[in-house]
């Protein structure tokens, strides 16, 4: 296992990601965690509900790296983007 020098420093919103899962989108089941940013594989529509409690549509090109705390990834309105990393 290779030697992690940071593996003692607190992490803070703009750290590297050290956690990464795809995400299958859902009307009804939110995400295991509350994200730092979500990566999108293609262009298309991005429907998510923020750690706000707001729900917005996110319109993204491909390999987007789209910054937000997500909570939800939206199965209705999320629309050609058959690939999503949820990234904390």
Do not use: Q
């Not at 991005?46 to 997500?70: E, M, N, Q, W, Y």
């Amino acid at each position: 296992m290779p030697t992690d020098p940071f593996a003692g420093l607190s992490e803070g919103l703009s750290s590297p990601y050290d956690n990464a899962l795809e995400v299958t989108p859902s009307d009804s089941v939110d995400l295991d965690i509350t994200t730092r940013a979500l990566w999108c594989a293609v262009a298309g529509n991005l429907k998510v509900t923020l750690a706000s409690g707001a729900t917005v549509t996110f319109d993204h090109g491909a390999h987007a790296l789209i910054p937000i705390r997500a909570t939800r990834v939206w199965l209705t309105g999320t629309v050609a983007t058959p690939k999503i990393v949820a990234l904390w």
